[in-house]
């Protein structure tokens, strides 16, 4: 074996289940590191709502700077019940997002066998695409205001504000990703997701240029539905995606819909990715407080974050080795979700270590 290689990741561990599940990741990757001659180094930070509730303070920008260092960002879950909806999402989570520039949401939807699906007659082969999200414009940039505040012509506005570098950026990604697919195997197919027959401006941004980045890429075969169609589709047809690119809000919400027919939060994950600097993972669940501190929340979800970390520092075998693991225990667990799994939190985590140590 040639020398072992080393990696920092920071590790935000946050609200509710967050740790927890965290915690299991991190047992997983140390497992895969074990395996595959890697060695981890995890450097915690302690941001999230109990810190806010002591200090005030959501995301210093000393912070972003001291995150900037690391190429990975591991993260359990932002979200207290005693803190006002938006201030820890805003000012923790998308504010990472766009200080470092993470600019794809990129949301696999992949239906491990085992796995129950509310879809009728849907398996495994139907399902297993790839939403490749904008993630740092359109309606979450905070443009717009209110005037008028509280009088009867109050006026409220928000942006979807997109240029065309963001969209190119986002594109080129989704192209890259839908070419190493079809290397794969896979289709190797690209829809772009919008709504050209009313967002008239940003709709026809996007579509123009999709159309001609398409000429760069002639063996992708290149598809285009509005979103609320998408949303119909993939619930009937799930088989006809393999990569969909979408802006922000539009990819908000079909990743949700993504998650629950591939087994729900208990397995859903997503990288927030910056190919050229730091890049944040995380099971897209949430905190989860009903069930914080009882050992029964799914950390597959956590675990699938950590392999997508492993696969985008470049670790594909060991990422592999999660990926084969995650569906031998998709195999043993009664159920995804929190409290129906048959196992604990721990007892999950354990099986994976130990299938990808000796499975
Ligand atoms: C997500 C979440 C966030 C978003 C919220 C918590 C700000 O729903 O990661 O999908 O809207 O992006
Ligand atoms: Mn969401």
């Not at 088989?239 to 993504?258: K, R, S």
């Not at 890049?279 to 914080?292: D, H, L, N, R, V």
């Amino acid at each position: 074996m040639n020398g072992s290689k080393h990696y920092n990741i920071a590790v935000i561990p946050g609200d509710g289940t967050g740790p927890e599940v965290i915690e299991e990741g991190k047992k997983v990757l140390i497992a895969a590191g074990k395996k595959h001659n890697l060695s981890f180094e995890f450097t915690e930070f302690d941001f999230g709502g109990e810190r806010y509730l002591r200090t005030g303070e959501t995301l210093p920008d000393s912070a972003i700077e001291e995150l900037r260092k690391f190429k990975a960002i591991y993260l359990g879950a932002i979200g207290h019940p005693d803190v006002q909806p938006g201030i820890l999402e805003v000012g923790i989570l998308l504010k990472l997002r766009f200080a470092l520039d993470q600019y794809i949401n990129l949301r696999p939807v992949k239906l491990y066998p085992g796995v129950d699906c509310p879809l009728k007659n849907k398996g495994p082969e139907d399902i297993d695409f790839v939403v490749v999200r904008e993630n740092t414009g359109g309606l979450y940039t905070g443009h717009g205001g209110i005037t008028r505040k509280g009088s009867p012509y109050e006026v409220a506005t928000q942006v979807m504000v997109y240029d065309r570098q963001m969209v190119d950026r986002c594109l080129k990604y989704a192209f890259e990703l839908a070419k190493t697919r079809k290397e794969e195997g896979k289709p190797g197919k690209l829809t772009l997701v919008n709504k050209t027959n009313v967002l008239i401006y940003v709709g026809d941004l996007w579509y123009r240029a999709f159309m001609e980045m398409a000429c760069d890429y002639p063996d992708i075969e290149t598809d285009y539905n509005h979103i609320d169609a998408a949303c119909m589709w993939t619930v009937k047809n799930p088989e006809w995606y393999d990569v969909m690119v979408v802006p922000n809000m539009f990819g908000d919400i079909i990743t949700d819909l993504g998650a629950i027919i591939q087994g729900g939060m208990g397995i859903a994950a997503g990288g927030n990715i910056n190919p050229g600097g730091t890049s944040m993972f995380e099971p897209i669940g949430g905190s989860a407080p009903k069930y914080t501190g009882k050992n029964v929340i799914n950390p597959l979800a956590a675990i699938e974050a950590g392999r997508m970390m492993l696969n985008h520092l470049g670790e594909k075998e060991a990422a592999k080795s999660i990926e084969k693991a995650v569906a031998y225990a998709c195999t043993k667990l009664k159920s995804l979700s929190a409290g129906k799994m048959g196992y604990t939190t721990t007892e999950v985590g354990d099986m994976i270590a130990e299938h990808i140590i000796n499975g």
